[in-house]
């Protein structure tokens, strides 16, 4: 096994480089031959890959600890499946799934060659250096088939944070919109060498730059519930640095989302979309420079790294190549591009999303680096927490929710006022009556209630729009309700399905304000048989009890619960102790209903008889999770959908909205 993993390894950088030489002989020659030689080195590129994946899987699933990284991250009593899943639990690992992932992408490349085939060598060049650093790295300094000096008898264990259902998919598809970035910054470098300055590569790397945001956002989405399970403290998102690494590349890719579709269009904004591809690519880069330096404390990075050097020069490299070829082609660029014709335009309001996006972006960014900032300078290292990244992402925000409630309602080229009022009006006043619904309630938070109203007024002019479209296909078509809400949506799949994704976002949002606005929390200490009140909840603590499971021990809480006077079963909270870990992990009791959620903690105990609780109620957080949801199912629907029909856009014209 040794013998093959390494060779498989080494094979990786003669295969990777091997084909790199040959599509640029082949380029320079202009020579079919050596083209299609790097072609094959890129599918042998992707069987080698999957060679060392597998055996990888297979040493961790049989407990084979002459492995290094399998004693470090697995041990017998581990169930199988996060045996499989310490594959991406450490460096060796993740870089491999890495590489994996990017030599598959790029075999999928080279086998498409319908359109693009004269883009196909340049971008397989771009995507075979990742690939070849990625092997480098993994030969000098991270290798998954290092062995032990020593054979143990068992390992040291997964860290019991990362037992979870969020171990097995969280990683994954952050990686996966990770390298997913990789492909259309090839394309779009690509495009710059052989000075095309349509927007050809945007129109190929759509999906997989959408496909890209949304493992994106199932990473984000996924990985907050999984906080929210197992840390223990009740929330979903901390602004730990290594969260905002995977969120800053989400907000440049969303604000490229919006811009690319100026481009597709209008033909405009090609500058700007170079640019916004290229940050969100290096972006990825730098999140995994942050988890592998150390330079900055987080729960999820990897606290022995020493890769951080590596990963800071090929950032640079790759910068500095990218800013190249911009420079080289900048007048041709330049010369190729055209103004936007009215500020009332959605051109105008696509364009200020983007600004707001971007604005987000370095608030977050700097946020993230001030630390580092401040030691390099003064000397002394000062944190920045979640006070400072609310106080300011919070206007932010809330000014792009009213944006995104704003923007639909404009036409493209140059928006006409009075329809624009028009459209406004119904759903602009039910989000002002329930301010005011809200204020007679009692409800207090004046920013929160700003907040909840922008984003029902963004929530209704979706609905209100999507309403428009259906009524105004049934009256052409005398088709059902459903029906034709249906075969609107399958008519213009990137339109609805980008209002689906927004609508998403503002269940999101409802979420987000009100559990950071409205949440209680209490610390009680009770013995057995004693209730107490928390918000509409009344508990009973009934008896701790200990187990042995796997080797680990287990100590419960069992309570009572009753909900506005009755009954609503039982919660058992628990500490496990893990025989390989030398701290308890919480393991959190959740009764969630539609408004809230009632979050229970077992904290201490003095005895059997007397335990210490936390107790938090969350307001909405379920919603978060729906949204999320709903934002998959959005964009899986934008991703099938491709140009709107004429039909579409004639029957739009029709009722007084362009598509």
């Known amino acids: 096994m040794y013998l093959i993993g390494n060779i498989a390894l080494i094979l990786g950088i003669v295969i990777s480089l091997y084909a790199?030489?040959?599509?640029?002989?082949?380029?320079?020659?202009?020579?079919?031959?050596?083209?299609?030689?790097?072609?094959?080195?890129?599918?042998?590129?992707?069987?080698?890959?999957?060679?060392?994946?597998?055996?990888?899987?297979?040493i961790l699933g049989t407990s084979q600890f002459q492995f290094q990284y399998v004693a470090s991250y697995t041990n017998n009593e581990l169930p199988i499946i996060y045996k499989l899943a310490a594959f991406w639990a450490g460096n060796a690992g993740s870089l491999l799934l890495w590489t994996f992932l990017l030599s598959i992408y790029t075999a999928i490349i080279v086998l498409n060659k319908k359109k693009q085939n004269k883009m196909i060598p340049y971008v397989s060049s771009i995507l075979l250096t990742n690939i070849l650093f990625f092997y480098i790295v993994m030969v000098l300094n991270a290798n998954p088939f290092e062995m032990t000096d020593t054979i143990p008898l068992d390992g040291k264990g997964l860290n019991p944070m990362l037992q979870n259902p969020g171990m097995v998919l969280h990683p994954v598809t952050l990686y996966m919109g990770y390298v997913g970035l990789a492909v259309p910054f090839a394309y779009a470098i690509a495009a710059l060498i052989m000075k095309r300055m349509d927007a050809e590569w945007i129109k190929l790397t759509r999906r997989w730059t959408l496909t890209a945001w949304l493992f994106l956002t199932l990473g984000n989405m996924i990985g907050g519930w999984w906080a929210y399970l197992e840390l223990g403290w009740g929330g979903y998102w901390a602004w730990d640095p290594v969260e905002n690494a995977s969120f800053l590349p989400w907000l440049t890719v969303s604000a490229f989302l919006h811009s690319?579709?100026?481009?597709?269009?209008?033909?405009?904004?090609?500058?700007?979309?170079?640019?916004?591809?290229?940050?969100s690519y290096i972006l990825t880069l730098f999140g995994t420079f942050l988890v592998r330096s150390g330079i900055l404390t987080s729960v999820h990075s990897f606290g022995d790294s020493n890769l951080g050097s590596y990963f800071l020069?090929?950032?640079?490299?790759?910068?500095?190549?990218?800013?190249?070829?911009?420079?080289?082609?900048?007048?041709?660029?330049?010369?190729?591009?055209?103004?936007?014709?009215?500020?009332?335009?959605?051109?105008?309001?696509?364009?200020?999303?983007?600004?707001?996006?971007?604005?987000?972006?370095?608030?977050?960014?700097?946020?993230?680096?001030?630390?580092?900032?401040?030691?390099?300078?003064?000397?002394?290292?000062?944190?920045?927490?979640?006070?400072?990244?609310?106080?300011?992402?919070?206007?932010?925000?809330?000014?792009?929710?009213?944006l995104m409630a704003i923007c639909p309602l404009i036409s493209?080229?140059?928006?006409?006022?009075?329809?624009?009022?028009?459209?406004?009006?119904?759903?602009?006043?039910?989000?002002?009556?329930?301010?005011?619904?809200?204020?007679?309630?009692?409800?207090?938070?004046?920013?929160?209630?700003?907040?909840?109203?922008?984003?029902?007024?963004?929530?209704?002019?979706?609905?209100?729009?999507?309403?428009?479209?259906?009524?105004?296909?049934?009256?052409?078509?005398?088709?059902?309700?459903?029906?034709?809400?249906?075969?609107?949506?399958?008519?213009?799949?990137?339109?609805?399905?980008?209002?689906?994704?927004?609508?998403?976002?503002?269940?999101?949002?409802?979420?987000?304000?009100?559990?950071?606005?409205?949440?209680?929390?209490?610390?009680?200490?009770?013995?057995?048989?004693?209730?107490?009140?928390?918000?509409?909840?009344?508990?009973?603590?009934?008896?701790?009890?200990?187990i042995e499971k796997n080797g680990n021990g287990i100590v419960t809480?069992?309570?009572?619960?009753?909900?506005?006077?009755?009954?609503?079963?039982?919660?058992?909270?628990?500490?496990?102790?893990?025989?390989?870990?030398?701290?308890?992990?919480?393991?959190?009791?959740?009764?969630?209903?539609?408004?809230?959620?009632?979050?229970?903690?077992?904290?201490?105990?003095?005895?059997?008889?007397?335990?210490?609780?936390?107790?938090?109620?969350?307001?909405?957080?379920?919603?978060?999770?729906?949204?999320?949801?709903?934002?998959?199912?959005?964009?899986?629907?934008?991703?099938?959908?491709?140009?709107?029909?004429?039909?579409?856009?004639?029957?739009?014209?029709?009722?007084?909205?362009?598509?």
Request: net charge positive.
């Open 412 to 546: 493209w080229q140059k928006a006409v006022f009075d329809r624009f009022i028009r459209n406004t009006l119904i759903p602009l006043f039910a989000a002002i009556v329930f301010a005011i619904i809200l204020v007679l309630m009692g409800i207090k938070g004046i920013y929160a209630i700003i907040g909840l109203t922008v984003t029902v007024f963004m929530f209704n002019v979706h609905l209100a729009e999507i309403w428009r479209g259906t009524r105004a296909r049934q009256k052409a078509t005398k088709e059902g309700f459903i029906k034709a809400l249906f075969r609107l949506t399958r008519k213009n799949q990137r339109r609805y399905g980008g209002y689906i994704v927004h609508i998403g976002i503002a269940i999101i949002a409802v979420g987000v304000i009100s559990s950071n606005a409205y949440s209680e929390e209490v610390m009680k200490t009770v013995g057995q048989g004693e209730s107490f009140q928390v918000g509409h909840y009344e508990l009973t603590f009934k008896e701790l009890t200990e």
């Open 20 to 58: 790199l030489i040959a599509n640029i002989i082949g380029l320079k020659r202009k020579d079919e031959r050596w083209l299609e030689s790097a072609r094959g080195g890129v599918l042998s590129l992707a069987f080698v890959a999957s060679i060392s994946a597998f055996l990888l899987f297979y």
């Open 260 to 279: 690319m579709m100026i481009q597709e269009r209008k033909n405009m904004l090609k500058t700007w979309n170079l640019s916004l591809i290229i940050l």
């Open 557 to 659: 809480a069992n309570m009572d619960v009753n909900y506005k006077g009755k009954r609503n079963g039982t919660i058992h909270p628990e500490k496990i102790f893990y025989g390989t870990w030398p701290e308890p992990s919480s393991e959190v009791a959740i009764k969630t209903n539609l408004t809230e959620d009632l979050y229970v903690v077992l904290s201490s105990w003095e005895s059997k008889e007397k335990a210490t609780f936390v107790i938090k109620i969350n307001p909405f957080v379920s919603w978060i999770w729906a949204g999320g949801i709903l934002m998959v199912i959005g964009t899986a629907i934008a991703l099938i959908g491709g140009k709107t029909s004429a039909a579409f856009r004639i029957g739009s014209r029709q009722r007084g909205v362009r598509a």
């Open 313 to 402: 020069i090929f950032m640079a490299f790759m910068m500095l190549f990218a800013i190249y070829v911009v420079a080289t082609r900048y007048q041709l660029i330049k010369s190729d591009s055209k103004p936007i014709e009215s500020y009332f335009s959605k051109e105008s309001s696509f364009l200020l999303n983007n600004f707001i996006l971007i604005t987000a972006t370095f608030a977050v960014f700097f946020g993230t680096m001030y630390p580092l900032i401040s030691e390099t300078i003064t000397g002394t290292k000062v944190n920045v927490g979640a006070p400072y990244f609310n106080k300011v992402m919070a206007p932010i925000m809330l000014v792009l929710l009213l």
